[in-house]
């Protein structure tokens, strides 16, 4: 009897267990399946900036008043230029009756002597040369008859018009000239110097009692049927002794002197 209740009992438990394990499985067949949860949108959060309370200003302590600057060196007033004086020269004095005297018989290079004196006269007439666009210089062509009156002149250039028209004053007005020294026309050309510096230069007498140097003759030109010449140096002979009498002492400077008034006067390397 005990054995039959126990057996009875044991059935209706795996029996219950089984109902609630079939009903736990349906119920969940049965059951619809939630649909699964929505993401959370992406949301960007911008950083504000805090907000932060002023501070009390700190106590300053008080600075002394800084200097005044001095002037500007711009406004104060520049000294007072002098006035430049420009350069001036006085005429140099005319030729005397000596000087002419002596010139007009000077024979030896075309009447050098007399050439000199006639520039020398005309520029004494001319007056005080000063520095600015007046300065200058002119060269006239003349041609002077036997008797010392002029028969023509002609300008070839002129650096000033000042210059060329007190230069053509002076000739108009030249006082008589003593006859030339050969007895025949004097043709030559003379640069005026019309310069706060310079007068001119006076030329040198050394070594003009020597004749006149003979012209070029290329001596190793031929012509192919003459004899060829035989080229020989030109022979000057020393100067004979006081020639001429008042000559410049021959030295470097006085060499370099000259040499510079033939630059000047032919215009050489222009």
């Known amino acids: 009897m005990g054995t039959i209740f126990q057996s009875r009992r044991s059935f209706v438990i795996a029996l219950a267990l089984s ?51 001095p002037q500007a060196v711009s406004e104060i007033p520049p000294p007072p230029q002098k006035e430049k004086v420009p350069a001036s020269m006085p005429a140099p004095p005319a030729p005397t009756a000596e000087v002419w005297q002596m010139a007009s018989t000077y024979t030896p290079r075309n009447s050098k002597r007399y050439r000199y004196a006639w520039g020398q006269q ?11 666009p007046g300065q200058g210089m ?16 002609e300008e070839l250039w002129s650096t000033s018009e000042v210059a060329s028209k007190l230069a053509w004053m ?15 026309p004097l043709i030559f050309e003379q640069t005026i110097s ?27 030109a031929w012509d192919g049927s003459s004899p060829p010449n035989v080229a020989t140096r030109e ?12 000559s410049t002492e021959e030295t470097i400077e006085e060499e370099e002197r000259s040499f510079k008034r033939q630059m000047e006067q ?4 222009r």
């Not at 005309?122 to 600015?132: D, I, L, N």
């Not at 008859?145 to 028969?151: M, T, V």
């Open 19 to 69: 109902l609630a394990l079939h009903v736990s499985l349906l119920f969940s067949w049965w059951s619809k399946p939630n649909p699964p949860a929505p993401e959370e949108a992406l949301q960007v959060r911008l950083m504000v900036e805090p907000k932060v309370k002023p501070r009390p200003p700190k106590s300053r302590k008080a600075t002394p008043p800084k200097p005044a600057r």
């Open 122 to 132: 005309v520029r004494s007439m001319m007056g005080t040369a000063v520095e600015g």
């Open 138 to 153: 002119v060269r006239f062509r003349i041609e002077i008859a036997p008797d010392g009156k002029i028969a023509k002149v």
């Open 170 to 184: 002076a000739i108009q007005n030249l006082p008589p000239l003593p006859p030339t020294p050969s007895g025949k």
């Open 194 to 220: 019309f310069l706060p510096y310079e007068t001119g230069w006076t030329p040198s007498y050394k070594l003009d009692c020597l004749p006149e140097p003979l012209s070029f003759n290329n001596p190793y």
């Open 235 to 246: 022979h000057r002979p020393p100067p004979p002794e006081g020639c001429p009498p008042d």
């Open 266 to 269: 032919w215009r050489w390397g």
